[in-house]
């Protein structure tokens, strides 16, 4: 029965790629295909970056968790001793995990599970990530109290993340193509405590587009960067996000010196060529060979440069070139570079 019903879910989310809908919408309507055979009480869905594997937007279902929640959530996601974060479930390529698999001691070290589940009554965890092609483009959490999921509920989990995966990597494709919006870079200060101390007058009109989401998000994604900057081994720590107009956006922060105490600025700005770019080739499927190809190509080095710079024979690169013409639907380098330029 159980088959039956993974079928007809995924039928139900592939047929989401026909429409025009954004992310945002595409995983409200896919929250309550799957929530009709795995319940739970509080669910979240997250679009992540497949070259950094950070979350680039969040989807709530009905019932959102609790705003004074949210923070320590974003914390537990970019800490490296959190278990089962989105990023090392894509990283270990399992497709589900459940809380229940930790022992006692892992599950008091977990910080969403101590934290945030524990004091809201919740006990059970259920998380899957949405890949295909090798590319991870969203995840889901679910959390509920009392009854754990089980093996039939995980197995229709396993069965409709691939579709969910394809339909987040059409949105992402859908959304790379869009023109930025036009607001002018914004820098935000966030003191000690990731607390906002100060910021440019632009930082209002990108509070506005990361809302439009979900009340508060410009504060989670401050979070987030505060977090990520502490746990980043580098000097800065860079991120892709969507906002409200499903447009994508680069987040940058880096510790600032010198001063009495502990600060970062964030650096908040349209997303370029380069990072569009970089989207549209993870959402086209291109492997990372055809993906320094393309980039060969955009820079316009004929067939020979691109094999002495890249190690291989000309009849390689053009093997190559055959591939990413078909992945992207274009018969000449030139339409290759005007389908991945992103729109003025």
Request: net charge negative; glycine share 8%; hydrophobic share 45%.
């Amino acid at each position: 029965m159980w088959e039956e019903r993974a079928h007809r879910a995924r039928c139900q989310i592939l047929d989401l790629a026909a429409g025009d809908c954004g992310l945002s919408q595409v995983y409200g309507e896919a929250i309550a295909v799957v929530g009709r055979t795995v319940g739970s009480e509080l669910t979240c869905w997250a679009a992540i970056d497949p070259d950094t594997l950070t979350i680039s937007a969040m989807v709530s279902g009905e019932v959102r968790i609790p705003v004074e929640y949210e923070p320590l959530l974003a914390e537990a996601e970019c800490s490296a001793s959190e278990p089962h974060t989105f990023a090392e479930l894509a990283r270990r390529r399992r497709s589900v995990a459940q809380l229940s698999e930790l022992t006692a001691h892992e599950r008091d070290a977990s910080l969403r599970a101590r934290e945030v589940w524990r004091p809201l009554g919740l006990d059970q965890e259920a998380r899957t990530v949405f890949v295909t092609d090798g590319a991870c483009w969203g995840a889901a959490g679910m959390v509920r109290s009392g009854r754990d999921f089980d093996e039939r509920e995980l197995e229709f989990l396993r069965a409709v993340a691939p579709a969910i995966a394809s339909v987040s990597r059409l949105a992402a494709l859908r959304e790379a193509a869009l023109p930025d919006g036009g607001t002018a870079p914004a820098i935000v200060v966030l003191g000690g405590y990731g607390e906002l101390r100060s910021a440019t007058s632009a930082a209002q009109a990108w509070r506005g587009r990361f809302d439009a989401i979900a009340p508060h998000r410009f504060e989670l994604l401050m979070r987030l960067m505060w977090v990520g900057s502490r746990e980043s081994t580098g000097h800065r720590y860079r991120v892709r996000v969507r906002d409200g107009r499903a447009r994508w956006a680069v987040l940058e922060a880096s510790p600032l010196v010198g001063g009495a105490e502990p600060e970062v600025a964030v650096l908040i700005s349209g997303a370029g060529a380069d990072d569009v770019g970089a989207v549209l080739l993870a959402a086209y499927g291109l492997t990372d060979r055809e993906r320094d190809i393309v980039r060969e190509v955009a820079s316009g080095r004929s067939t020979l440069e691109i094999g002495h710079r890249l190690f291989i024979s000309p009849y390689t690169v053009q093997d190559h070139l055959k591939s990413i013409f078909s992945k992207v639907g274009v018969h000449s380098r030139g339409e290759l570079v005007d389908r991945l330029r992103p729109a003025a």
